[in-house]
Each structure stands twice: as C-alpha cells, then as structure tokens.
C-alpha cells in the first residue's frame, strides 16, 4: 500500500469515527470492523479486492450465526469466508483461526438447533447482569440480614417473569 493510500485510509476511518484498539498492535475491534464492512460495502471504501471480499464474506458470517439465532446456512457462510480470507494473502490471527475452525464444531455440540453466539456470547451475558441489577435494586439488603436469601429469591423471580414474558 503506498504512503498515499494509507493517509486516505487513516483519513477515512477518522472521519467515520473508527479507531484502532491501543492493544494488539492497534487492530480494529468488533464493532470498528462491522463499520468499516459496511464501509466497504455501501461506498467502495478503498482497500484490495481480496480484502473487499474477504470482508463481505465475513459479514455474511456475522449475519447468519452471530446473532441469537442462526439465520441461513452459516456452515457455508464460514466456508467461504475462510477461502475468501486464504486469497487475501494475510497471516491468520486467533480470531480467524477460532472462526474458521471453532464456531461450526462449537455450534454444533454446544447449541440447541437453531440458536447463534450471540444467545452466549459474553455480550449477552453482561447485558442480562445489567438487567438484574436493575431490579436487584428493589430487594437489595445486607447479606447479613435474614431476609437476604428471600429478597435475592424474589429478585430471581421476578427477572426470570419479566424475560418470560417477553418472549
């Protein structure tokens, strides 16, 4: 990539608010890198056609298997995102590795038909400890006390009620 290539990359990544994480030898992230494929595929952001493929291919992957549920034929997806990916000339990170070799096997053993990562995901799992604490909130007394293991019932009760019947 010449010097005048990169500037413009930089230059568009800026303006479009996406920067590099300050560890792993400033790599994009998750949600830098769904930008930047979007990027790629809505305006023709400018990188090598390989790359452009590569990064398509992966987005069909998110689509299909990163959600709650599995949407289409991710086996396929993840299939022709590692060829995509081999064309691309890269080295292979963990994180292409753990897709490309991990997710079908992971799915398959661990999941019940038809649901997808982000039903697992530590995302989710964040996000559902954030909700509880909310309605912790309105039970939440000292471990000491004796109603503690009733009131932290009741708070389990009702976030379990509340996610029932919201589905």
């Known amino acids: 990539m010449s010097e005048e290539e990169l500037v413009t990359h930089e230059l568009l990544l800026k ?6 994480s300050s560890y792993h030898g400033g790599a ?9 494929t979007l990027m790629v595929e809505q305006i023709g952001f400018p990188i090598s056609n390989s790359s452009s493929i590569a990064l398509k291919r992966f987005s069909e992957v998110v689509r299909t298997c990163f959600g709650q549920k599995i949407q289409g034929d991710y086996k396929l997806a993840i299939f022709q995102f590692e060829e995509a990916f081999k064309l691309t000339g890269l080295n292979c990170s963990t994180k292409v590795h753990i897709v490309c070799r991990h997710v079908i096997p992971f799915i398959t053993k661990f999941l019940p038909v038809g649901m997808g990562l982000g039903a697992v995901s530590e995302q989710a799992a964040e996000s559902a400890h954030s909700r509880f604490i909310k309605v912790w909130r309105n039970y939440q007394c000292s471990e000491s006390l004796e109603n503690y293991g009733e009131n932290l019932l009741n708070a389990v009760k009702e976030i379990n009620f509340v996610n029932f019947i919201s589905t």
């Open 28 to 36: 994009f992230e998750g949600n830098a890198m769904r930008k930047i």
């Open 15 to 20: 303006h479009n608010n996406i920067s590099r």
